[in-house]
């Protein structure tokens, strides 16, 4: 019930910013294609890979290892980003080293529902700017990420070969640290997916509104058309709720 809780204080706080800032939040359209392999190395490990690319936006290289546990997981890695320096200018982008880590449980509900909770935390090194220009230098700043996600299967002869969903996620991202000035609130994510499972490939897509924090005060609302493809190697089990990582 905390997680449900804080689902519903996130959507508040996204609509409260909002409010308060209509005048200065831009609204743009955004294309968001990500693929995910997770490779089973024994029955309690997995190598997480996945790659995301939003066309003028941003590049996601992302690896990590997995300790798996029941009905849990724990996650650590590192991820190189290309990330834009303004919403205005999307040619211009700056380097990221993030190292990061997280811990996932999902659970199984009746009647075809499961719901997925996640924490994580990125370090960020973003490249420094300097009069509009990149350097070599790096800043670092602290972010925690909080998101829950309900899956319903929907019903279907057992001799389907596909298994098709649909799911409801929020993610609210938030800065910490004393490089942070303004915006403490980072980001917040709300998004309507469906999708198919088949033996080991998970096909997703959706819509996520994608409200970021660019400046003080300034904003910017990405209306984000998303494909995601999951690839699990070397575990050809029951479909389950997949991981959740995303930028």
Same mark, same amino acid.
Do not use: C
């Given at each position: 019930?905390?997680?449900?809780?804080?689902? /519903?204080?996130?959507?508040?706080?996204?609509?409260?910013?909002?409010?308060?800032?209509?005048?200065?939040?831009?609204?743009?359209?955004?294309?968001?294609?990500?693929?995910?392999?997770?490779?089973?190395?024994?029955?309690?490990?997995?190598?997480?890979?996945?790659?995301? %690319?939003?066309?003028?936006?941003?590049?996601? /290289?992302?690896?990590?290892?997995?300790?798996?546990?029941?009905?849990?997981?724990?996650?650590?890695?590192?991820?190189?980003?290309?990330?834009?320096?303004?919403?205005?200018?999307?040619?211009?982008?700056?380097?990221?080293?993030?190292?990061?880590?997280?811990?996932?449980?999902?659970?199984? %509900?009746?009647?075809?529902?499961?719901?997925?909770?996640?924490?994580?935390?990125?370090?960020?090194?973003?490249?420094?700017?300097?009069?509009?220009? %990149? #350097?070599?230098?790096?800043?670092?700043?602290?972010?925690?990420?909080?998101?829950?996600?309900?899956?319903?299967?929907?019903?279907?002869?057992?001799?389907?070969?596909?298994?098709?969903?649909?799911?409801?996620?929020?993610?609210?991202?938030?800065?910490?640290?004393?490089?942070?000035?303004? !915006? #403490?609130?980072?980001?917040?994510?709300?998004?309507?997916?469906?999708?198919?499972?088949?033996?080991?490939?998970?096909?997703?897509?959706?819509?996520?509104?994608?409200?970021?924090?660019?400046?003080?005060?300034?904003?910017?609302? !990405?209306?984000?058309?998303?494909?995601?493809?999951?690839?699990?190697?070397?575990?050809?089990?029951?479909?389950?709720?997949?991981? !959740?990582?995303?930028?």
């Amino acid at each position: 019930m905390t997680f449900f809780r804080f689902s /519903l204080v996130a959507i508040f706080v996204q609509f409260f910013v909002q409010i308060q800032a209509q005048k200065l939040v831009q609204e743009q359209n955004q294309i968001w294609v990500g693929y995910m392999t997770s490779t089973r190395l024994s029955p309690r490990y997995s190598w997480w890979n996945d790659t995301h %690319l939003v066309p003028n936006g941003f590049f996601v /290289l992302r690896t990590g290892l997995t300790r798996n546990f029941q009905p849990s997981s724990i996650t650590a890695g590192y991820a190189y980003l290309l990330l834009p320096l303004s919403a205005e200018d999307q040619s211009l982008k700056r380097r990221e080293h993030r190292p990061w880590a997280q811990i996932q449980a999902t659970f199984p %509900l009746p009647n075809g529902f499961s719901v997925s909770n996640r924490i994580r935390y990125d370090a960020r090194f973003r490249q420094t700017v300097s009069n509009g220009e %990149l #350097s070599d230098g790096y800043s670092f700043v602290n972010r925690l990420r909080l998101l829950i996600s309900v899956r319903k299967s929907i019903n279907v002869p057992d001799q389907a070969a596909w298994k098709p969903f649909v799911s409801l996620n929020e993610e609210l991202l938030v800065n910490f640290g004393k490089e942070v000035t303004f !915006n #403490s609130f980072d980001q917040n994510r709300i998004s309507l997916m469906v999708g198919a499972s088949r033996a080991n490939v998970q096909l997703q897509i959706g819509y996520m509104s994608r409200f970021v924090q660019t400046g003080y005060q300034l904003f910017v609302n !990405n209306h984000t058309l998303v494909m995601w493809v999951t690839h699990r190697i070397g575990d050809s089990s029951k479909p389950r709720h997949e991981e !959740n990582v995303t930028e």
